[in-house]
C-alpha cells in the first residue's frame, strides 16, 4: 500500500505485470512505484524504458538510455 499526499493508493500488481518487460527477476517486478525509486536511487531507469532487446542487457544507466534513443 502506498501513500501520496495522504491518500491511500492501491498497486495494481498484476496488471503492471502485463506490460512489464523487465527479464531480472526481482522482488519489485510489477511493483512500479518501487521499482522506479530502486532505479533512481542509483542513477538509473528502470528496465521499462529500454527496448527488449536492450533491456536484456541489464544496463539500465541513463546514458545507455540516451544512447539507445538515437
Known amino acids: 500500500m502506498i501513500f501520496v499526499r495522504d491518500k491511500k493508493m492501491e498497486c495494481k500488481r ?7 518487460n523487465c527479464t ?16 533512481r536511487e542509483r542513477g538509473e531507469l528502470p528496465g521499462c524504458y ?10 539500465r544507466s541513463i546514458e545507455n538510455y540516451l544512447r539507445n534513443r538515437k
Open 24 to 39: 531480472y527477476d526481482c522482488s519489485r517486478k510489477g511493483l512500479c512505484c518501487e521499482c522506479v525509486k530502486h532505479h
Open 14 to 20: 498484476e496488471e503492471n505485470l502485463k506490460s512489464c
Open 50 to 59: 529500454f527496448s527488449k532487446e536492450k533491456e536484456r542487457t541489464y544496463d
